[in-house]
C-alpha cells in the first residue's frame, strides 16, 4: 500500500508507525485505518520486525477522528453516519488486529490524544505519554458511543468505575490522571516519549525470543477472562512443552552462562507450535460489509 497519511519504517528490528497528518492534529480518516490496518498487518507478518512502535508527527498524537474530512466525517450532512457502510466499526477491526499480534506494541503517545487517539491506544501492551498530555473520550458529547472495542479494553485496564466515569462525562483530563488510573504506564517530557518506547522496544528486539514473546503477549491477554488458573497451567504447560524443543532455549541458557548477548534463531511466521492460536475469533455478524471510521471528534481540545 502506498501510505498517504502515516509513516512506516524499519530500524533495528522496530518498526514505528506515525500518524502524519500535523497540520490536521493527526485526526483520523478512513484512509488512516486503511493504512494502520495495512502497517500492521505488515509488520506482524515481518520477521525483521521485533516490536512496533505508534506515535504521532507534531505536537499531538490524535486528536480524534477528522470531522471535516471527505475520507471522514461531515458534521454537517445529512447522512452522517458513524459507520462506513452502515455496519461494522473499522477502528474496532484495527483493534482486534492488534489485540493478535504476534508482536509487542508500544503507545508513544507524544501528545493530546482524545476518541480514537485513545481508544486505539487501548489494546497495545505497553503506553508511554507526554506528561503534558491531555486525554478524552467525548463520544457522549457527540451523541455517540465509544468505539474501537473499548468498551471491552479501557475496563480492564483502569477499572470498571473509572472507565465509566471517563465515558459517559466524556470530559478531557490530564496526564497525571492518566498515569494514576494505570492507563499509560509512564510520563515523560514529550521530546523523549519517542526515544523511551523505541528504547523499550530495543530492548525486546536485542534480549528476546520472538516465539517466546508472542506466546507470552498472547497468554497475557487472551487468559484475561479465564475461568479459572487451571486454564493458564494447562496453556503454559503445552507452551514449555513445545518450546523446550527448540533451539531458543538452548540459546538462552548458553547466552547466560556464557555473559553474552543472546542470539535467538526462531522466527514467528514459522517456529510458533502447531497449537497456535489456541483461541477463535468469533467472526462478526456481517464481516464483508465493509467498515467504519470510529466516531470520534476532531474538535474535543481547541488549538492554544
Known sequence: MDYQQILYAV???????????????????????DELIDAFTR??????????VVTGSGRFFSAGTDLS???????????????????????GALSLLIYDLPKP????????AVGIGITMILPMDVRIAADDARFGLPFTRRGIVPESCASFFLPRIVGISRAVEWAVTGRIFPAAEALDAGLVHQLVPAADVLPRAREIATEIARNTSAVSVALTRQLMWKLLDADHPVE?????????LALGQLADVG??????REKR???????????????????TTPPFDDPGAGGSLSAVEEDAEPEP
Open 11 to 33: 530500524d533495528e528490528n522496530v518498526a514505528t508507525i506515525t500518524l502524519n497528518r500535523p497540520e490536521q492534529r493527526n485526526t483520523v480518516t478512513y484512509r488512516v485505518l
Open 43 to 52: 509488520a506482524g507478518a515481518d520477521d525483521d520486525v521485533r516490536a512496533v
Open 69 to 91: 474530512s471527505g475520507d471522514g466525517y461531515n458534521a454537517a450532512a445529512a447522512d452522517f453516519k458513524p459507520l462506513r457502510g452502515g455496519t461494522r466499526d473499522v477502528g
Open 105 to 112: 506494541v508500544i503507545a508513544a503517545v507524544n501528545g493530546t
Open 232 to 240: 493458564a497451567n494447562r496453556l503454559e504447560s503445552q507452551a514449555l
Open 251 to 256: 540459546e538462552g541458557v548458553a547466552a547466560f
Open 261 to 279: 548477548p543472546p542470539a535467538f534463531t526462531l522466527r514467528t511466521s514459522r517456529d510458533l507450535p502447531g497449537f497456535y492460536p489456541w483461541w
